[in-house]
Each structure stands twice: as C-alpha cells, then as structure tokens.
C-alpha cells in the first residue's frame, strides 16, 4: 500500500515559475538511508507545522557525470530543549538528462534557481521524491526550455533523435507529442509563425489517427497499427490555437489552407516509409471548419511585442 507524505507545495520565499515538468528524484536507492531519515523528518515537520523541501546543488568534478546535480532534502523539527532544528540530507540527484540541459544555461551561468517538493510515495518498491525546478518570475532565462525545444525545431524537416526513435518504433502518438510542444515552445518564445505551422502539423497528425503501435524488446510489435480511424479526434485546445493564430497573423482562409497542405506534406516525409492512410486535402477538411468557426469568434493570441 502507498502513502504520500511532504505535499505542501512548500516552496522558497519570493515569487517563482514552474521550468520543468514533474521530476522523480534520480538514484534515491543508493541513497536508502538518507532517503529514510528524510522521509521522517518530513513527517515530523508535517506534524509540526515546520517547513520542509528540496533544493539543488552542484556536483562539479562527479565522475560519472560532468553535469551532475545533487538533490538536497531539508526539513525543520523542534526538539524538545533544543529549539527548531534543521536537517539536511543528500538524497539522490537531478535526473541526467535534465541536469545535461540545465546545467549550461542556468545552474552553471549563475542564474539565481530553486526546486519545489511536489510529493514522497512511500510503496513496497521504494520511495518515489517529486518536484519541479523554479526560477524567478523575472529570471532572463526562465524560458530556457521552451528556447532549447525551439532550437532543436527551426528546420522543420529536422528530427530530434526522439522522433526518430518514435517513428522507428511507430509510437506515433507519443512523437505527436514532440510536435505539440514544439509547437508550444515557439508560441511562448514569441515565433509565432512557427508555432502555427507546428500546431498543423499536430492537426494533420490527428486528422490521421496516430497510435502507438507498442514494442516488444524495443522492437515494434509485428501486429502493432501505427493508424486507427477509431483514434481520429479533433482537439479543442489546436483548433483554438490554429484560430488564434490565424487571427493574431492576419491569415486568410487560403493561405491558412496552403500552410496546413505544406505541413502535411512536410509530415508525410518525416514518416518516411510510414504511409498514412487520409490524404492532405482530407485531413484538412477533417479540422478546416471548426478552425473557422473559432476563426469567426475573433479570437488571438496576446501577442509578445
């Protein structure tokens, strides 16, 4: 049975924004025994009404990772005749392939950074540490991830060596996925052209039916369907943002389908020998009239000057 401790949210003073997505302490099961006093001195803090959390650290000259980032677990107890008190353990390290992105344009630059706890499942497998990565409302690189996503996305004919892997393995929603938050990266770093051909591109995927075919000792699985008509949907959240973009760039309906046509044929490559089952004039059609009828709303985007 689990149970969740340390779900306070308890972040450092000042005001911050989310930079990463949910992350899970790595390494914690070499570090049981650290792990095991934290897990307690949350819950005594808990109990108490004490502050507790993460925050992270440096590990310069780590020999197994030049980038390494420990996790550092605190929490605040008062003892009786000793006053509050607090702990500070070392209990496991920032995720390597987050820690390889952060690291140069944050951590090591010397921007000012901090980590919220987000929770401790506490199960028959081990424990499982929760949190984000903040920076400051105000910090100059607090769009460092959604730029680095961008970056790796300005030729569009370009794969990430994760879409490559997501096409070989025809996991065709999860490399849809890339798409839309490439397409989220553009928009929040202010390209907003990119972004609306990256929001097609998701609308031709859908329009599609993408699936995840499964694997089998990573190797895709023979029966595996990378396309089901069943799994053809239309999501709100694209249709508006294709809408407000359009608005936001002045696009007419024309030019609007001849970026969508391009998007798909762009598409139609990156899949290689894949072979989509809904031509481009119909996947438009699949998403072309609710597109306009939030086109017709006046809907836009509040646009970054």
């Not at 980038?67 to 677990?73: E, F, P, S, T």
């Not at 424990?127 to 959604?146: E, G, H, M, T, Y």
Request: glycine share 8%; net charge neutral; hydrophobic share 40%.
């Amino acid at each position: 049975m689990e149970t969740s401790v340390g779900t306070g949210r308890m972040r450092p003073l000042g005001k911050w924004v989310q930079t990463t997505p949910l992350l899970a302490v790595a390494g914690t099961s070499f570090r049981a025994n650290e792990v095991r006093r934290f897990v307690e001195a949350v819950r005594l803090a808990e109990r108490q009404g004490e502050h507790y959390g993460v925050r992270l650290e440096r590990e310069r000259g780590n020999p197994h990772d030049p980038n390494a980032v420990k996790v550092l677990g605190y929490a605040s107890c008062r003892r009786l005749l000793r006053g509050v008190r607090q702990e500070e353990l070392h209990i496991g390290y920032l995720p390597r392939e987050v820690a390889a992105e952060l690291v140069g344009p944050v951590i090591d630059a010397g921007h000012v950074h901090g980590a919220e706890l987000y929770d401790i499942v506490v199960g028959a497998d081990g424990v499982s540490i929760r949190f984000f990565v903040l920076l400051p409302v105000d910090s100059p690189v607090k769009d460092w991830r959604a730029r680095r996503t961008a970056s790796l996305a300005t030729d569009p004919d370009r794969l990430t060596d994760e879409q490559v892997e997501f096409i070989r393995t025809r996991s065709l929603g999860l490399y849809r996925n890339t798409r839309l938050e490439q397409a989220e990266a553009f928009k929040k770093i202010g390209d907003y052209p990119a972004a609306l051909d990256s929001y097609l591109r998701v609308a031709w995927l859908d329009a599609q039916g993408v699936n995840n075919a499964g694997t089998i000792d990573g190797e895709p699985s023979p029966r595996g369907i990378a396309f089901t008509q069943e799994d053809r949907f239309l999501a709100p959240g694209i249709v508006k943002a294709i809408a407000q973009a359009s608005n936001s760039l002045k696009i007419d309906a024309a030019e609007l389908a001849r970026r969508a046509s391009e998007a798909g044929l762009r598409e139609r490559r990156a899949l290689g020998k894949l072979r989509p089952p809904v031509d481009d004039e119909d996947a438009w059609t699949f998403f072309a009239g609710p597109v306009a009828e939030m086109v017709a709303t006046g809907t836009k985007w509040r646009i970054r000057q």
